[in-house]
């Protein structure tokens, strides 16, 4: 049953709402617009592109699950995305689709790969060199995080964090563990994240996802890695998350993926946010993949307030609640907060 209730929230008030982004996988976040565009370019150059049309692809009316969600990446759209050109093209598209929908603060997380003639290492320094350059970057400062895949090696994630040690100057604030949580043993990452916190940088885990991630012994593991935030937090037991909360561990909610996904059952009124919003943590709406599932986080804000009967005035708590847990920095914490009481009056 989705619950359904009054608000005097409305689409053109959460547009306006000053927001956090937090958790935003910058391939997945590419629009499948930009993709097709992407794409018309490649075949100009090679009519042979054994790729088919994004937006047949990635049509409104696909539906996703864990199984044919995760294979996306690596079959299709990292190959579509490989050359520097696209590279730099899409991630501009996705800085400037997080700013037109109101997004104040921006922490992008991407997977550093290598393609075509860019190396990990270069594709960062691509990633950061759009970020740097970025027509109105004023309103919208990012950060990038770095992004471990499950299926990496214990020197893989090494490499991922050696990089993001390498580029800290440059933005990046923190690293992530990610992909098919079907997939890896997590226990192999723990010196690349002890390492990774040793020189300052923060953690943030998808956590939970589905229950084949989710035994107690995965959850115990990754907790001990020391996460300053964690993504999804689907399956955790009711005494797992009264540790969550002693720890101020922050959470990057991601309802519209969830719902879409079947990664929850029913719509977003049984979503576990329904269970969070009044507890005393740090939580952030998030869009997780933008691309994929097309709710932007001005629409993800609409969802709760329309949902669970949020008032404006609740809103702009929930966005401060995100606030809390960025990995940017007091001064960055302050101007947000800020802006959220300049929206109040
Ligand atoms: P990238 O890191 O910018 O290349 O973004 C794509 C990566 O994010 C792929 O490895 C995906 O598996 C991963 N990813 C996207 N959404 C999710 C999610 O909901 N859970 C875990 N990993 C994800
Ligand atoms: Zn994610």
Redesign the pocket.
Known sequence: MTQSATTDVDAAFTLSLPKVELHA?????ITPQCLHEIWQQRKLSDPNLALGDPLELLSKDKTWNATT??PL??SY??ALCSTRESIIYSTNSVLQNFKEDGVVYLEL???P?SSEGVSKEAYIGLVLGCIDNFEGKEAIPTYLIL?I??RSTASQAMEVVDLAIRYKERGVVGVDL????SKGDVSVFKAAFTKAKQHGLKITL?FA?VPASSSELELETLLRFGPDRL??VIHVPEEMAHEIMRRRIGLEL?IS?NVQ?S?TEGGVGEHHFGWWKDRECSIALCT??LG?FGSPLSNEYLLVAETFGLSRKELLKLSGRAVECIFGGEEEKQRLLALLVRQEK
């Open positions: 996988h910058l391939t997945g976040s969600f995760f990446f690596s759209i990292y997380r991407t997977t790969r992004s895949d499950r990610c992909g098919d949580p998808h996802e993504g999804h991601c993926c996904a990664l997780d993949d994929i």
